[in-house]
C-alpha cells in the first residue's frame, strides 16, 4: 500500500533555532518528492520537489533531502522565523492508471515561539 | 497568491441544506481537483476533472456533487451533509492530470451543524 508517513506530528521551537522534519515513504514506482508549506487558513505552496537522481535541494532556508535507497526524505529549516510557523506537508507523486498521483502524508505542525 | 481562488472562504450549514463551493483558476490549467482535508489527516482525493471532464471519483458520498463546466470553474454541490463533513475543503489545478505542480486555492472551512 502506497503510504507517507511523516513524524513528529507537531513540534515547538524557539525562533532562531534549526529544525528538521521526517518523511518515510512506501510509493511505488516513485515519480518525485515534494514538501508542501500550508499556513493556517490556507492552502500548501510548494516549497521543493526533488527526483529519484536528486538527494538535495534548497529554498532560501529551507533544504530538503531525499535518500531513495531507504524511501526517506528530511526537511531541514535553519534560523527559523515566526512566520515559519506552519504545517509541512511531504507528498509523494506515484505514475499510477496513466497518470501522476499524489500521495499526501499527514503533516507536520510547526510553531516558532519567540 | 496562487492564482487559484476559492468562495465561500468560510461555511456554517444544516444539515438538511443546499449550497456550493466555486473554485476558479487563473493560470490556464486542464485539470482541476477537489480535496478534503480533516484534522491530523492527510489530504483525501474527492475529484478530478481533466479537460472538463470527471476522471477520478475516489468513491466519494452522493452527497458531494461536483461540476464543471469549463476547464477554469469547478464546483462541490453539497446537499444533506453530515457533521463528519465538515472539513476543510481544498481545490487545485495543475497544467494537465498529473503533469506538473498542483496550485492549491486557499480552501473552504466547512462546518455541519
Known amino acids: 500500500k502506497n503510504q507517507v508517513e511523516q513524524s513528529p506530528q507537531s513540534l515547538i521551537i524557539l525562533e532562531g533555532k534549526n529544525c528538521t522534519l521526517q518523511c518515510n515513504y512506501t510509493v511505488s514506482p516513485f515519480s518525485n518528492l515534494r514538501w508542501y508549506k500550508q499556513d493556517t487558513g490556507r492552502g500548501p505552496v510548494s516549497l521543493t520537489i526533488?527526483?529519484?537522481?536528486?538527494n538535495t535541494k534548497s529554498n532560501g532556508r529551507y533544504t530538503a533531502t531525499l535518500d531513495a535507497d531507504t524511501k526517506q526524505s528530511s526537511l531541514h529549516i535553519t534560523a527559523s522565523q515566526l512566520s515559519d510557523s506552519a504545517s509541512y506537508i511531504c507528498?509523494?507523486?506515484?505514475?499510477?492508471?496513466?497518470?501522476?498521483?499524489?500521495?499526501f502524508g499527514a503533516g507536520t505542525r510547526l510553531a516558532v515561539h519567540p | 497568491e496562487t492564482g487559484v481562488t476559492q468562495t465561500p472562504r468560510h461555511l456554517v450549514m444544516g444539515m438538511t441544506n443546499k449550497k456550493s463551493l466555486k473554485c476558479e483558476q487563473h493560470?490556464?490549467?486542464?485539470?482541476m481537483y477537489w480535496y478534503k482535508q480533516s484534522a491530523k489527516k492527510p489530504l483525501e482525493l474527492m475529484f478530478v476533472y481533466n479537460f472538463k471532464e470527471q476522471t477520478e471519483n475516489n468513491s466519494v458520498p452522493s452527497r458531494f456533487s461536483p461540476e464543471c463546466p469549463n476547464s477554469s470553474h469547478l464546483f462541490l454541490h453539497l446537499h444533506t451533509l453530515q457533521p463528519e463533513d465538515s472539513a476543510l475543503y481544498l481545490c487545485?489545478?495543475?497544467?494537465?492530470?498529473?503533469?506538473?505542480?498542483?496550485?492549491f486555492g486557499p480552501g473552504t472551512r466547512l462546518t455541519v451543524t
Open positions: 507528498v509523494v507523486t506515484s505514475f499510477s492508471g496513466g497518470y501522476n498521483k499524489l500521495i
Open positions: 493560470l490556464g490549467h486542464n485539470a
Open positions: 487545485a489545478s495543475s497544467q494537465g492530470q498529473g503533469a506538473g505542480e498542483q496550485y
Open positions: 526533488m527526483t529519484f537522481s536528486e
